[in-house]
């Protein structure tokens, strides 16, 4: 498997309506997560952090799933503004200051 | 606080050309990486840094040289320019000594090498 997948979409969606990626990683030991968002030809920039909990913030929920080794992102009414790639970040296998990028999910909400 | 910045917003280099991508960053973090993004991929770690003279390679190092002099920059240098070489290149920096904190993105640089 490898360190980070993600189903590379594109998700389209209408507005308002919900709509979950999912992100597998290979990392066992892997304690903390991030969601990162990225708009067209513009720089990521963090959406969310990740732990054993989970986390909701607003509209958008994540969540982890440590025995199937996948976190999650749940955006509930979704708006146009929300259009975007989302990366998935996961501690890197051999090291413990570097994180792997997901190669990300597209979304497009639909008026 | 102008965060991270990049210099140039685009470059196009012909095969073989050096040159160097600029980056800062006044937020006074000690972590320091360059990432490229090619279409369909993830940002790839090219080289990173954690602090003033220290560096370390990444996931893709090979044709880049950094240095880091002070904790504001980070330059990263094309070395003899490839086709290969052609992405978006992100400067990134945060606090602490490591990525799993928040990193802050540079708005990036285009290069097309031809």
Redesign the interface.
Known sequence: RKE?EQD?GPFNVPEGATVAFNCTYSNSASQ?F?WYRQDCR?????LM?VYSSGNEDGRFTAQLNRASQYISLLIRDSKLSDSATY?CVV?EKTS?????????TSLSVIP | NAGVTQTPKFQVLKTGQSMTLQCAQDMNHEYMSWYRQDPGMGLRLIHYSVGAGITDQGEVPNGYNVSRSTTEDFPLRLLSAAPSQTSVYFCASSRGQSSYNEQFFGPGTRLTVL
């Open positions: 980070v590379p903390s991030f513009k720089e990521p920039k963090l952090s990366l501690p413990y200051d570097k994180v792997i990028f997901g190669p990300g």
